[in-house]
């Protein structure tokens, strides 16, 4: 008699996009009777969906996996796959190296997964790690039965046509494909209908994003923005990650126009030299990066500006990093990521002579000094106004609120009442550099 795989444990790594996918996997199944636990030694399926953006990612997966060999020693009828961007990126290897993974899955393909969770019950081995051009989520569909979030992703767009010297992703998640402005109106009407009050527009390149309409022509973001905003119920909306390409006139000016688009924008810019903008191939000069912004901020001037950095490319000096501090200075992020440069197999800086780590350590300690300084300022900045909360979820304490400001900062809110899924007036009190305390103005 075969175990038939009922209960699904899935542990996620990596970007938005990733956690999107857990989610709306781990939905979908819900209908096919398969659910949610806590634990992976409770479940039938576990599901690792990878990462592998920087760093040994599939080192840890095979560590991980070691820990998960444990558990099926305890229970041999637990199967394991492996999904997500090493899925794709390893393969076949996989399989090989780790006896106990019964499937892996590219993130192109998981809406197979209902026929492919079959197969493995059966006891077949699977890798399937095609490009396909199906729209996966919609095969993949929201159950009904869930109450969501007041804040919520959706995927618009996916992989990326940009080939920066250093990225994985054009080879992990495939061809810059945008889905259907029809279906995604009709998924973000759903998700607002089940509680969703804040939506955050999810993409690689997300201001890529181009699709047909039915009716005829092609919608850009700003149009796709335009139109989810109409639903009425929906109070806010931020998209995540844009191209310093894509910054399209049109979406600059929707951040003076269109309320419910939240004034913060995630603009990577890299690297402020412009040598090494051009060796990671990012099609775009550091001059023309200060003039999106400075456009953006004529048109909103409280725009909150984030960014990624990689330090200690390869053949970066000292004064192309002191230009990359420079630019800190310049724009004063609200908030931004850096991370060390990490050679990955496939892309083309890979063959580049890698910087000695002490130099890339010492380099990432010194823009996160500078990142820090201004996220605080920032923060520090907001003490004493009024901003308008969108309460998430309970706090650790009783009656604690956890919300975001418009620009994305925590904020933490005692109340009486339950106040989670609304957007309320509250007065800053003070900040600890990373999260913001406030009180609600009655
Ligand atoms: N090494 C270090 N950081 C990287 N990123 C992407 N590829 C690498 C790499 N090879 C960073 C970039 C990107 C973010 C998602 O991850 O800053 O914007
Ligand atoms: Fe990677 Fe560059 Fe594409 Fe971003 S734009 S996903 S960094 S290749």
Same mark, same amino acid.
Request: proline share 4%; aromatic share 8%.
């Given at each position: 008699?075969?175990?038939?795989?009922?209960?699904?444990?899935?542990?996620?790594?990596?970007?938005?996009?990733?956690?999107?996918?857990?989610?709306?996997?781990?939905?979908?199944? #819900?209908?096919?009777?398969?659910?949610?636990?806590?634990?992976?030694?409770?479940?039938?399926?576990?599901?690792?969906?990878?990462?592998?953006?920087?760093?040994?990612?599939?080192?840890?997966?095979?560590?991980?996996?070691?820990? =998960?060999?444990?558990?099926?020693?305890?229970?041999?009828?637990?199967?394991?796959?492996?999904?997500? %961007?090493?899925?794709?990126?390893?393969?076949?290897?996989?399989?090989? &190296?780790?006896? #106990?993974?019964?499937?892996?899955?590219?993130?192109?393909?998981?809406?197979?997964?209902?026929?492919?969770?079959? &197969?493995?019950?059966? !006891?077949?081995?699977?890798?399937?790690?095609?490009?396909?051009?199906?729209?996966? =989520?919609?095969?993949?569909?929201?159950?009904?039965?869930?109450? &969501?979030?007041?804040?919520? =992703?959706?995927?618009?767009?996916?992989? %990326?046509?940009? =080939?920066?010297?250093? %990225?994985?992703?054009?080879?992990?998640?495939?061809?810059?494909?945008?889905?259907?402005?029809?279906?995604?109106?009709?998924?973000?009407?759903?998700?607002?209908?089940?509680?969703?009050?804040?939506?955050?527009?999810?993409?690689?390149?997300?201001?890529?994003?181009?699709? $047909?309409?039915?009716?005829?022509?092609?919608?850009?973001?700003?149009?796709?923005?335009?139109?989810? %905003?109409?639903?009425?119920?929906?109070?806010?909306?931020?998209?995540?990650?844009?191209? $310093?390409?894509?910054?399209?006139?049109?979406?600059?000016?929707?951040?003076?126009?269109?309320?419910?688009?939240?004034?913060?924008?995630?603009? $990577?810019?890299?690297?402020?030299?412009?040598?090494?903008?051009?060796?990671?191939?990012? !099609?775009?000069?550091?001059?023309?990066?200060?003039?999106?912004?400075?456009?953006?901020?004529?048109?909103?001037?409280?725009?909150?500006?984030?960014?990624?950095?990689?330090?200690?490319?390869?053949?970066?000096?000292?004064?192309?990093?002191?230009?990359?501090?420079?630019?800190?200075?310049?724009?004063?992020?609200?908030?931004?990521?850096?991370?060390?440069?990490?050679?990955?197999?496939?892309?083309?800086?890979?063959? &580049?002579?890698?910087? $000695?780590?002490? #130099?890339?350590?010492?380099?990432?300690?010194?823009?996160?000094?500078?990142?820090?300084?201004?996220?605080?300022?920032?923060?520090?900045?907001?003490?004493?106004?009024?901003?308008?909360?969108? #309460?998430?979820?309970?706090?650790?304490?009783?009656?604690?609120?956890?919300?975001?400001?418009?620009?994305?900062?925590?904020?933490?809110?005692?109340?009486?009442?339950?106040?989670?899924?609304?957007?309320?007036?509250?007065?800053?009190?003070?900040?600890?550099?990373?999260?913001?305390? !406030?009180?609600?103005?009655?």
């Amino acid at each position: 008699m075969v175990k038939k795989i009922e209960k699904i444990f899935v542990k996620t790594y990596g970007c938005q996009m990733n956690v999107f996918d857990s989610d709306r996997i781990t939905d979908s199944l #819900i209908d096919f009777g398969i659910r949610k636990v806590k634990e992976p030694q409770w479940s039938d399926l576990i599901l690792l969906n990878t990462c592998h953006i920087r760093e040994k990612a599939a080192e840890k997966v095979y560590s991980e996996l070691g820990r =998960f060999k444990k558990i099926k020693r305890e229970n041999p009828e637990i199967k394991i796959g492996v999904i997500g %961007c090493v899925a794709q990126a390893e393969g076949q290897e996989i399989m090989r &190296r780790a006896e #106990i993974v019964d499937m892996v899955l590219g993130p192109q393909v998981y809406h197979r997964l209902p026929e492919i969770i079959k &197969r493995i019950q059966d !006891g077949e081995r699977v890798v399937d790690t095609d490009f396909t051009l199906e729209d996966k =989520f919609e095969k993949l569909e929201h159950s009904k039965h869930v109450k &969501r979030q007041p804040a919520a =992703f959706l995927t618009v767009q996916e992989g %990326c046509d940009k =080939f920066c010297s250093f %990225c994985v992703v054009p080879y992990t998640r495939g061809a810059e494909a945008s889905r259907s402005p029809e279906v995604l109106f009709k998924e973000a009407k759903e998700l607002v209908t089940s509680g969703v009050r804040e939506l955050t527009l999810l993409g690689q390149n997300v201001n890529a994003y181009q699709a $047909p309409r039915k009716s005829g022509g092609l919608l850009d973001l700003a149009g796709l923005i335009k139109e989810i %905003c109409t639903i009425s119920d929906l109070k806010r909306l931020r998209f995540i990650t844009s191209h $310093p390409r894509d910054m399209t006139i049109d979406l600059i000016k929707l951040f003076g126009e269109e309320e419910k688009l939240m004034p913060y924008l995630h603009l $990577p810019i890299q690297s402020g030299s412009d040598r090494i903008l051009k060796r990671m191939n990012r !099609g775009h000069t550091v001059r023309a990066y200060i003039e999106t912004i400075d456009r953006l901020r004529e048109i909103r001037s409280d725009i909150a500006i984030s960014s990624d950095f990689i330090v200690g490319f390869p053949g970066e000096t000292e004064e192309d990093f002191s230009l990359t501090l420079d630019i800190c200075d310049k724009i004063r992020y609200a908030q931004a990521y850096s991370f060390k440069y990490s050679p990955r197999a496939g892309t083309p800086a890979y063959e &580049r002579a890698d910087l $000695p780590e002490e #130099i890339k350590v010492k380099r990432l300690m010194r823009l996160q000094e500078k990142l820090q300084i201004h996220q605080s300022q920032f923060q520090t900045n907001l003490v004493e106004t009024v901003q308008e909360i969108l #309460i998430e979820k309970h706090g650790k304490f009783s009656n604690q609120y956890l919300g975001r400001s418009p620009y994305m900062n925590p904020v933490v809110i005692t109340s009486r009442e339950d106040i989670i899924g609304k957007i309320i007036k509250v007065r800053i009190v003070s900040s600890n550099g990373l999260s913001l305390f !406030g009180e609600p103005v009655t």
